[in-house]
């Protein structure tokens, strides 16, 4: 069964840290790349971040450059996607999405149900 998988998900502190996790298995996910989305509450979900298959080589929106970092691990049955994320503030506040696509910058076919974020004092 394929699955993509999200953790990592907390309330923190505006300025504090927090990595997700996202699991992807049940098919060879080591060719696909991998993306980061979220949704904001009452909002459409938004592109934050991908990374190409290999790992050399990603893209950040601009709202979160400097501050969210995408790497990934490629295990022989199930490819590890993390997202670092520093300097939190409020407006990070959202659910964020894990998802894999067979080619870098063309569209995602697999999701997971998301992960919540949020950041408040």
């Known amino acids: 069964q394929i699955q993509v998988v999200e953790s990592g998900g907390d309330w923190v502190q505006p300025g504090g840290s927090l990595r997700l996790s996202c699991v992807a298995f049940g098919r060879d996910f080591r060719n696909y790349a991998m993306g980061w989305f979220r949704q904001a509450p009452g909002k459409e979900r938004k592109f934050v971040t991908h990374?190409?298959?290999?790992?050399?080589?990603?893209?950040?929106v601009d709202s979160v450059k400097g501050r969210f970092t995408i790497s990934r691990d490629n295990a022989k049955n199930t490819v590890t996607v993390y997202l670092q994320i520093n300097s939190l503030k409020p407006e990070d506040t959202a659910v964020y999405f894990c998802?894999?696509?067979?080619?870098?910058?063309?569209?995602?076919?697999?999701w997971g149900q998301g992960t919540q974020v949020t950041v408040s004092s």
């Open positions: 990374i190409s298959s290999s790992g050399d080589s990603a893209y950040y």
């Open positions: 998802a894999a696509g067979s080619s870098y910058g063309g569209s995602f076919e697999y």
